[in-house]
């Protein structure tokens, strides 16, 4: 029987490739198991994204095959961190940014109406017991007027499904610059319309 040497370089443990396998292979379930435990409401909603969140628990899988030193615990225990926080960063970073789902525009045209009038979803909107198209327009002409700093390209980039960080990162500021923003132009938005 061959035994296999560990040596520690710059604070990390080689390993060879046969004994990298072996880990792997001995704890594949445990990607499946992460998956289905902590996933499911994730792929209901994104049922073809199965296999790239499968793929994403086996990179986070393999990386800790080439850092896992036993001194620090038990080898499922440090890949449990690894594999969750590779699918944590898969689903909220790259899913939201790729797979958003779009917020339309008050002005968008939705469809043309028998007189060859464009019907806008603010149209729509009035229609709605909820939503008061008076409110809409006095929203609308709240942001043309106010002086608050780049407060259309923020609204702007709202209605298109940016986060604050997102915004924040366009406009070169901070998030918590852009809250105070959007709560000030709450607050403008809420005495006019008293």
Same mark, same amino acid.
């Given at each position: 029987m061959? +035994? =296999?040497?560990?040596?520690?370089?710059?604070?990390?443990y080689v390993r060879s490739l046969e004994e990298r396998n072996k880990l792997f292979e001995d704890n594949i379930n445990l990607v499946h198991f992460i998956i289905n435990r902590?996933?499911?409401?994730?792929?209901?909603?994104?049922?073809?994204?199965?296999?790239?969140?499968?793929?994403?628990?086996? %990179?986070?899988?393999? +990386?800790t095959t080439c850092c896992f030193d036993e001194s620090k615990?038990?080898?499922?225990? %440090?890949?449990?961190?690894? %594999?969750s926080g590779h699918l944590k960063r898969f689903t909220t970073g790259y899913v939201k940014k790729h797979y958003r789902n779009d917020i339309d525009s008050f002005e968008k045209c939705i469809y043309r109406d028998n007189y060859g009038?464009? %019907?806008? =979803?603010?149209?729509?909107?009035?229609g709605n017991e909820n939503v008061d198209i008076e409110n809409v327009r006095v929203i609308r002409s709240c942001i043309k007027r106010s002086e608050i700093k780049d407060i259309q390209k923020i609204v702007c980039l709202r209605e298109k499904g940016y986060t604050q960080q997102e915004i924040s990162k366009v406009l070169g500021t901070s998030q918590t610059s852009i809250y105070r923003r959007l709560k000030k132009l709450k607050t403008e938005i809420n005495i006019l319309g008293k």
């Open positions: 061959m +035994k =296999i040497f560990h040596f520690k370089l710059d604070g990390d902590y996933f499911k409401s994730f792929l209901r909603r994104y049922p073809y994204l199965k296999e790239d969140l499968f793929q994403e628990g086996y %990179i986070g899988l393999y +990386k615990g038990k080898f499922s225990t %440090i890949a449990f961190s690894y %594999i009038e464009e %019907i806008r =979803i603010e149209d729509r909107l009035a």
